[in-house]
């Protein structure tokens, strides 16, 4: 069972849905026992940094994600609360991964938009959760800020400036690009992390 | 780089997609899914469900289709047409769709992109403008181009960025249906005033003309229906030529 962690932040149905397709049992939930006991958890989430932080907080769900020992996928802020801070809203957030989110910058004359939206390549994969995916693949991202690369970088992308599509440590990942809407190789995503 | 993006677009009529022949072997070219299914499958980067339905239990049905669209599409869809209201928007979204585009709606209340930008974010939020040439200046009309409006398009494009709107989707009246390219000067000139992502809508009879509105126009998508939909090319073939004119689109 995959625990789809609910802490109010916006559309789950997407992240369900997907998990629906590749035939992955799945329950959206808050309850803390619930998700220490699940197989896997996954942290999706749209929205702001920072509230989206004080809403891990109010339901004490921080110490509990960083103490999990299951494998765990963050989705886009999902994973932007398991880095060190973010620049949206000044967060401090739960620092499993050693790294800052940053904003991007507008470039109108090399065409750097942001939000960054759209199917972009990533690069230097390395880990199991990219298994039978080749280098310069392409996937869905949907955000205006971003990780900085760090030495848990495991898939890089550029918007205007190099950043982390991916981040791992132990049995934490974070993709920064929606896997649920990354068509079939986002699918090939989601089942690698089954098999972790 | 982000690769730029074609989104084939789906007229919906009562719950049944019009328009869209021609694919081999679809034995119901209006079921929205699985006309759906097929563009992806070639490639398709998003999709846009228009409803064009006039009745409530039009609007009804769309909303089921919608969560069926979102249970078996694998890559991001928008809907559009006839959304009013913060409650429509939440409606759509709560059934899986990944972004909604309003239009006329907006233009009458620009506070609703505010509104639904505030609540579930600017990457939800597609303001689509239809333009219109009058003297020397671009007029922005709604109601599918029957009215005519004072604003302007470039102050009311950016008015739509700083309310919160994610992305453009730019149609020139002048163009849709006439087959013969986009204005790819106007494009460009918006795309120059804008940071966010512009799609540009209405005027595609060729690769070339959608080759030039995406590299001169500086367009980052470009959506079509009539090309696809009659079989002229696909999705495929499209963005296969694209890529031979050095356009970065995904393979």
Known sequence: MIAVVDYD??????????????????????????????????LPGVGEASSAMEKLRERGLCDVIKGLTQPVLGICIGMQLMCRSSEEGNAACLGIFDTAVRRFEPDRESGVKVPHMGWNSIGSLHSPLFEGIADGAFVYFVHSYAPDLCDECIAVSANGRTFAAALAKGNFYGTQFHPEKSGDIGEAILRNFLKL | ???????????????????????????????????????????????????ISATVEGRNTFTLLVE????????????????????????????????????????????????IAAKYGSQFVVLAVDAKRVGGQWL?????????????????????????????????????????????????????????????SGGAGSVEDIADVL????????????IFHYGEITVGELKRQLSEKNIKVRL
């Open chain 2, 140 to 200: 922005i009309t709604t109601h599918g181009g029957r009215q005519l409006t004072e604003r302007e398009l470039f102050a009311w494009a950016y008015e739509g960025q700083e309310r919160g709107a994610g992305e453009i989707l730019l149609t020139s009246m002048d163009h849709d249906g006439t087959r013969c390219g986009y204005p790819c000067e106007l494009f460009a000139q918006l795309s120059q005033k804008l940071s966010i992502p512009i799609i540009a």
């Open chain 1, 9 to 42: 932040t916006g559309n789950l149905r997407s992240v369900c849905n997907a998990l629906g397709r590749i035939g992955a049992q799945y329950c959206v939930t808050s309850d803390i026992e619930t998700i220490r006991a699940a197989e896997r958890v996954l």
């Open chain 2, 215 to 226: 590299s001169s126009g500086r367009a980052d998508a470009a959506l079509a229906a009539s």
């Open chain 2, 68 to 115: 069926r669209i979102a249970q078996n599409i694998n890559i991001p869809f928008t809907v559009g047409g006839g959304i009013s209201s913060i409650d429509d928007a939440s409606r759509l979204l709560d059934v899986g769709a990944d972004k909604i585009s309003i239009n006329s709606a907006a233009v009458r209340n620009p506070m609703l992109i505010d509104e």
């Open chain 2, 1 to 51: 780089m982000v690769a730029k993006r074609i989104i084939p677009c789906l007229d919906v009529k009562e719950g049944r997609t019009v328009k869209g022949v021609n694919f081999v072997g679809l034995q119901d070219v209006g079921d929205a899914v699985e006309l759906g299914r097929r563009y992806a499958g070639q490639g398709a980067d998003e999709l846009v469900y228009l409803d």
